[in-house]
């Protein structure tokens, strides 16, 4: 089994940044390849970004090249996405997941955090 709890969510103005942050325990953390989705009301699930157990290969959605960063620190048992020139569209509760693959299909990790909010005005 592996806990994740996300933290960093929060209301921010458009073009503001934020910091989300994943703390995980439980196995190995440095096992798994971690992701991150987010999901608006009214809509399914959406991928973010994704990165390698080692951080060495990184994959981000479309929707967020060029403003969004995952990173992960395998010392501290803990993933990030750094947010900036956030827009209202990103506005959203915002998942951290733990798999074997690194992959944008959520289905493929086998455990979840609770997620954060974020909430982004105009």
Not at 55 to 66: Q, R
Request: charged share 15%; proline share 3%; with cysteine.
């Amino acid at each position: 089994q592996v806990q994740l709890v996300e933290s960093g969510g929060g209301l921010v103005q458009a073009g503001g940044s934020l910091r989300l942050a994943c703390a995980a325990s439980g196995r190995p953390f440095s096992s798994y390849a971690m992701g991150w989705f987010r999901q608006a009301p009214g809509k399914e699930r959406e991928f973010v970004a994704t990165v390698t157990w080692s951080g060495g290969t990184t994959v981000h959605a479309d929707s967020v090249k060029g403003r969004f960063t995952i990173s992960r620190d395998n010392a501290k048992n803990t993933v990030y996405l750094q947010m900036n020139s956030l827009e209202p569209e990103d506005t959203a509760v915002y998942y951290c997941a733990a798999g074997r693959l690194l992959t944008r299909r959520p289905g493929e990790y086998a455990y979840w955090g609770q997620g954060t909010q974020v909430t982004v005005s105009s």
